[in-house]
């Protein structure tokens, strides 16, 4: 039987997971966390889909072109609806009442980012070790980090319920998702540690930081992947 039809199977059904999502967070039936669960189940389609495509020898330029369609909901408008919650729940005294009505709109700048950042990977090579610009799956992850903590109701909380690091968080995003700036590739070609040491420093850093840290963990281990990318980049040039 050809099963050449699965990956994109797949990659429909998780951009019906993401139709979910959105509408879940439109509708606020859930708390961010648990829909963020959700999103876990889309990452891991998001990669399956390529993973399977590859081991069937089944890639197409449809199945290039709806992979980005999905990842373009599941981790383009979804974060641009948790920016626009987050928006509305900061106080608007800072800013008034006529700016705080427009502001929330504002998180769809990393929705207009993302778009460009999946039209431009689809429409230039790249290399099998950086990725141009970062992947929309990990700013969708880092966007729901700060939701999540938002709705802790503590210090970090009103720390990032503020206009002004909303915006910040806005154009760092959107800077990151458009920019050309050269970040790892972390599809693994083999388990090898020769040729992957960088990404297991990564994930080793990454797993006892999210157990100790959980959520408040995941800004940090984004951080550590720009700088060691930037680092391996450079080095690799020279």
Do not use: H, W
């Not at 998180?107 to 141009?132: C, D, E, H, M, Q």
């Not at 700060?146 to 009103?158: Q, W």
């Not at 206009?163 to 920019?179: K, R, T």
Request: positive net charge; charged residues 15%.
């Amino acid at each position: 039987m050809n099963f050449k039809f699965l990956p994109n199977l797949i990659t429909l059904f998780n951009l019906f997971l993401g139709c979910i999502v959105t509408l879940l967070l439109i509708e606020n039936n859930l708390e961010v966390k648990n829909v963020f669960i959700i999103t876990i189940i889309c990452l891991i389609l998001d990669y399956l889909d390529g993973y399977i495509a590859r081991k069937l020898n089944a890639k197409s330029d449809v199945g290039i072109q709806l992979d980005s369609l999905a990842d373009l909901v599941s981790f383009g408008l979804v974060p641009g609806i948790l920016l626009y919650n987050m928006f509305n729940e900061a106080p608007s005294s800072s800013v008034g009442s006529i700016s705080s009505s427009f502001y929330p709109f504002l998180g769809f700048i990393i929705t207009l980012s993302s778009a460009y950042r999946l039209a431009r990977y689809n429409t230039r090579k790249s290399t099998s070790k950086f990725f141009k610009g970062l992947p929309t799956p990990a700013n969708a992850v880092l966007i729901y980090s700060f939701a999540i903590i938002s709705a802790e109701g503590n210090s970090f909380s009103n720390i990032i319920l503020d206009y002004n690091i909303l915006m910040l968080i806005v154009i760092v995003s959107s800077i990151l998702l458009a920019s050309n700036l050269k970040l790892l590739n972390f599809k693994f070609k083999s388990l090898k540690f020769k040729g992957n040491r960088r990404k297991f420093f990564i994930i080793f850093i990454s797993v006892p930081a999210l157990i100790i840290f959980g959520i408040y963990a995941i800004p940090l281990i984004l951080s550590v992947y720009i700088l060691v990318s930037i680092f391996t980049f450079y080095k690799s040039k020279n």
